[in-house]
């Protein structure tokens, strides 16, 4: 199958099953969670939801592709042998769903032999979804999107995340002390993979944070980067749990040094 062919089938898939996801998502705002825990600290959460929505695009993907592996949060690890892999997140900003706030998502993306080649974000509440293919550019609703033009940092309004982890969470608002001066202002919306949407659309200028896991950023990273955004660790790399900081190239070569500066990187 010639890689455009697959491309069309994985996005396909990925948009309908998120779409399935999060009617679920919608539905279960309306009715008491009847199970919360908790991930790695006590404000981490997780709802039943989140079980439930990863097993139906579990279910989904692999009763349409058999052979594909996928990749998901709530503990979905499964190998395959076609050389595609699924990577998803049912309920990006799980505490946002949790308190019924606007700024969850269904995140999937689809890597084959290694890259990330479809993403898809489907942002329920906002009635938005986010795609985009390797090389195709990106899309909301199915129109195309594209990054700021800001170039001035000053006037950048800048989104961010922060830890679920106390001691982490401390060195991050110390950065952000350090930051806010330099900026128009900060956002901070709860969801990694809406924030990079929000870079991928100019609704926020940049985004950054450490401590993202595949499934928080694959498919938003994509989404960002076939928008005009740079995606990358506070070293150029592909982001990583270490960091993420998607912004365009002209704000994106000033925040990199600042925020090595302010120690962003170990924060």
Request: aromatic share 6%; hydrophobic share 45%; with cysteine.
């Amino acid at each position: 199958m010639a890689r455009s062919e697959l491309q069309s089938e994985l996005l396909a898939l990925a948009t309908s099953v998120a779409a399935e996801a999060a009617t679920i998502l919608v539905e279960g705002l309306e009715r008491a969670r009847t199970t919360v825990d908790t991930k790695t600290t006590g404000t981490d959460m997780v709802t039943e939801m989140d079980r439930a929505a990863e097993r139906l695009i579990a279910d989904a993907i692999l009763t349409a592709r058999p052979g594909d592996a996928i990749l998901g949060e709530e503990g979905t690890d499964q190998e395959g042998t076609s050389g595609v892999r699924w990577i998803i997140d049912p309920i990006d900003g799980t505490t946002n769903y949790l308190y019924g706030h606007a700024g969850f998502a269904v995140s999937i993306a689809a890597e084959v032999e290694g890259s990330i080649e479809v993403g898809v974000v489907h942002d329920p509440l906002h009635g938005e979804v986010f795609t985009a293919a390797l090389g195709d550019g990106s899309r909301r609703n199915g129109s195309p999107i594209s990054a700021s033009t800001e170039t001035r940092l000053g006037h950048a309004l800048v989104a961010t995340g922060f830890s679920y982890e106390p001691d982490r969470r401390r060195r991050q608002a110390t950065v952000l002390t350090l930051l806010l001066p330099e900026v128009r202002d900060i956002r901070r919306m709860g969801a990694a993979s809406v924030d990079l949407c929000s870079v991928a659309c100019g609704r926020v200028d940049a985004y950054y944070e450490r401590g993202l896991q595949p499934w928080d950023h694959a498919a938003g990273a994509l989404i960002a980067r076939e928008a005009g955004a740079v995606v990358a660790d506070l070293a150029g790399d592909a982001p990583d749990f270490e960091f993420c900081l998607a912004a365009p190239e002209a704000l994106f070569v000033q925040l990199q040094p600042l925020l090595r500066e302010f120690g962003a990187g170990s924060a």
